[in-house]
């Protein structure tokens, strides 16, 4: 099980941290994504952290996000710098697929970042 | 970045009925094609993986297939339940892109 929190309303500029506290597994142990949807619109990946430690991330969120885990409280975060208005959305973290980075299963239900002055 | 296009954007269809929602990607990703299905409120749910292979616990009505740019996510006979949004999504290269969805609603 996924549990996302850490949503909220925030101003441009501002920043935030989302966290994921997984249970039933080891968030260390898989590769772990956070993906988002814009209210009203599709699913867009956002960024991964493998078991190794290594990341990617989308263009859109590069050099402002960083995905990152506490092991000791198997945690999946993403901090958020530089906030804008397009990064308005729900925010889903979700466990790669049987081992298999880069398929998402399962996700947690979701937290809202709404960015707006 | 590859780009998916699903297609139609929506499907009307009448339980029971057969199915057939399309992927056609910007380039070839081989077989690394998902579909997923995300009802209203709630979050996606891996369906198929790799093109064609079910995800545990996917009914058997639910099958994918094709390769390289072309996909087809195909229900057999539509329960009503399986009335959502459909989405496909590949992992050939990065960034992971995702198609723009499908709406398969009750006629």
């Known amino acids: 099980q996924l549990v996302e929190t850490g949503g909220g309303l925030i101003q441009p500029g501002g920043s935030l941290r989302l966290s994921c506290a997984a249970s039933?597994?080891?968030?260390?142990?898989?590769?772990m994504s956070w993906v988002r949807q814009a209210p009203g619109q599709g699913l867009e990946w956002v960024s991964i952290?493998?078991?190794?430690?290594?990341?990617h991330y989308a263009d859109s969120v590069k050099g402002r996000f960083t995905i990152s885990r506490d092991n000791s409280k198997n945690t999946l975060y993403l901090q958020m710098n530089s906030l804008r208005a397009e990064d308005t959305a729900v925010y889903y973290c979700?466990?790669?697929?049987?081992?298999?980075?880069?398929?998402?299963?399962?996700w947690g239900q979701g937290t809202l970042v709404t960015v707006s002055s | 970045e590859i780009v998916l296009t699903q297609s139609p954007a929506t499907l009307s269809l009448s339980p029971g009925e057969r199915a057939t929602l399309s992927c056609r990607a910007s380039?070839?990703?081989?077989?690394?094609l998902a579909w997923y299905q995300q009802k209203p409120g709630q979050a996606p749910r891996l369906l198929i993986y790799?093109?064609?292979n079910r995800a545990t616990g996917i009914p058997a009505r639910f099958s994918g297939s094709g390769s390289g740019t072309d996909f087809t996510l195909t229900i057999s006979s539509l329960e009503p339940e399986d009335f959502a949004v459909y989405y496909c999504?590949?992992?050939?290269?990065?960034?992971?892109?995702f198609g723009q969805g499908t709406k398969l609603e009750i006629k």
């Open positions: 039933g597994f080891t968030v260390s142990a898989n590769s």
């Open positions: 790799d093109a064609s």
């Open positions: 999504q590949q992992r050939s290269s990065w960034p992971r892109t």
């Open positions: 979700a466990r790669d697929y049987a081992s298999q980075p880069g398929w998402f299963d399962p």
């Open positions: 952290i493998y078991s190794g430690g290594n990341t």
């Open positions: 380039q070839s990703v081989s077989s690394y």
